[in-house]
């Protein structure tokens, strides 16, 4: 059984460092086996995977708002040609 729980464990980290790596943001802070992403604010080796979850739609929805804000302005702005 605990030849299974250390299986799970590492592939746990595994999973997360591949998460953490593939994420897409450049803040990335990975000094001492830390495996943080400054810029989006989460620890991607104590955060559980509901609150990565979270925030990555947090993150999304925040990115939604921003283009269409920016969509809006662009389209603002050719209307008024």
């Known amino acids: 059984m605990d030849e299974k729980?250390?299986?799970?464990?590492?592939?746990?980290?595994?999973?997360?460092e591949?998460?953490?790596?593939?994420?897409s943001c450049t803040e990335l802070y990975g000094?001492?086996?830390e495996m943080q992403c400054n810029k989006?604010?989460?620890d991607f080796?104590?955060?559980?995977?509901?609150?990565?979850s979270r925030r990555f739609a947090e993150i999304?929805?925040?990115n939604i708002k921003k283009n269409l804000q920016e969509l809006k302005g662009f389209?603002?702005?050719?209307r008024r040609k």
């Open 18 to 23: 591949l998460l953490w790596l593939n994420h």
């Open 5 to 16: 729980i250390s299986a799970l464990e590492k592939e746990n980290r595994k999973l997360r």
């Open 60 to 62: 999304g929805i925040l």
């Open 40 to 42: 989006c604010a989460i």
């Open 31 to 33: 000094d001492d086996r």
């Open 45 to 52: 080796k104590r955060d559980s995977a509901e609150k990565i």
């Open 75 to 78: 389209i603002n702005g050719r």
